[in-house]
């Protein structure tokens, strides 16, 4: 049986997040040098990603809060893998990164979801 090749899905994905969405950045802040005195560099990773309010029957309090966003971010151009240490940055705004789940059916990442918080 032949296995499914999801480089158009991918590829289907990259072009809506594109078309429907907005430029932003994946901020990274990394730290290194000695523990007496580290240093601290802080890296944007631009990139393009769709921004979207949950529904109301979503919004449960504790893990979905009012004012969270759900943000759809593509893979194209992306040379890191976002975590929840990063920030996220939507018109020139700087949110915390809650969750990231990629959807990745057979090993191939088509798109990531996020959860955003202010």
Same mark, same amino acid.
């Given at each position: 049986?032949?296995?499914?090749? $999801?480089?158009?899905? #991918?590829? /289907?994905?990259?072009?809506? &997040? +594109? #078309? $429907?969405?907005?430029?932003?950045? &994946?901020?990274?802040?990394?730290?290194?040098?000695?523990?007496? =005195?580290?240093? /601290? %560099?802080?890296? =944007?990773?631009?990139?393009?990603?769709?921004?979207?309010? $949950?529904?109301? =029957? +979503? *919004? =449960?309090?504790? @893990? &979905?809060?009012?004012?969270? !966003? @759900? %943000?759809? @971010?593509?893979?194209?151009? @992306?040379? &890191?893998?976002?975590? /929840?240490?990063? !920030?996220? %940055? *939507?018109?020139?705004?700087?949110?915390? /990164? %809650?969750?990231?789940?990629?959807?990745?059916?057979?090993?191939?990442?088509?798109?990531?979801? *996020?959860?955003? #918080? #202010?």
């Amino acid at each position: 049986m032949a296995q499914f090749d $999801y480089t158009r899905p #991918r590829a /289907t994905a990259d072009r809506l &997040i +594109k #078309r $429907y969405g907005q430029a932003g950045a &994946i901020r990274r802040t990394t730290t290194s040098g000695p523990a007496y =005195d580290p240093e /601290t %560099v802080t890296t =944007d990773h631009a990139c393009q990603l769709a921004v979207m309010q $949950y529904t109301d =029957d +979503k *919004i =449960d309090g504790t @893990l &979905i809060m009012r004012g969270d !966003k @759900l %943000v759809y @971010l593509s893979t194209a151009g @992306l040379s &890191i893998e976002p975590s /929840t240490a990063d !920030k996220v %940055v *939507i018109r020139g705004e700087e949110h915390a /990164t %809650v969750y990231v789940k990629p959807l990745s059916p057979a090993g191939l990442v088509v798109f990531y979801e *996020i959860q955003a #918080r #202010r």
